[in-house]
């Protein structure tokens, strides 16, 4: 038969408690310095694929503050606010990303007669993620490295 013994539970609550406080800074740490390694990724990858025509998409990627989102800490990176033309530049991500069919209207053009040509999306942001996954956990690894050294 099993058998459960409990030593202290108050104890151990305050342990866990306390090991939170200390791990929470850490982990927006981590967080902080992965996103700084994609945010250059992201660049670097939009130049390469020729995905530059003024540069201002690619000069946009920018991550958030880490922040706490459902019981984890996060970054959201992605190409932010709009080009010198005015066109979102998360937008061109997304349609660089996914690719547009030719003869569509633009979205809120009514007047518009449509895109001229077909993208196929290349998925680059994909390429972002492969090309950085072990930059990414280097550069947090390090970090936690470094706290549980406790420089």
């Known amino acids: 038969?099993?058998?459960f013994q409990s030593v202290n539970v108050d104890e151990m609550a305050r342990e866990l408690s306390r090991l939170g406080q200390v791990t929470a800074p850490m982990a927006r740490e981590?967080?902080?310095e992965g996103a700084k390694v994609l945010v250059g990724t992201w660049k670097s990858v939009i130049r390469e694929l020729k995905h530059v025509d003024t540069g201002d998409m690619a000069d946009s990627v920018q991550a958030d503050e880490p922040a706490q989102q459902g019981g984890a800490t996060v970054a959201e990176i992605y190409p932010r606010g709009v080009d010198r033309k005015g066109v979102r530049n998360a937008e061109k991500a997304f349609l660089l990303h996914y690719g547009w069919q030719a003869g569509k209207?633009?979205?809120g053009k009514k007047k518009s007669k449509g895109r001229k040509d077909t993208h196929t999306g290349n998925h680059f942001v994909d390429t972002v993620e492969q090309e950085c996954a072990d930059a990414v956990d280097y550069a947090m690894e390090s970090v936690m490295n470094r706290y549980m050294k406790g420089d």
Do not use: P, Q, S
């Open 105 to 107: 209207a633009a979205r």
């Open 30 to 32: 981590m967080v902080a």
């Open 1 to 3: 038969m099993a058998r």
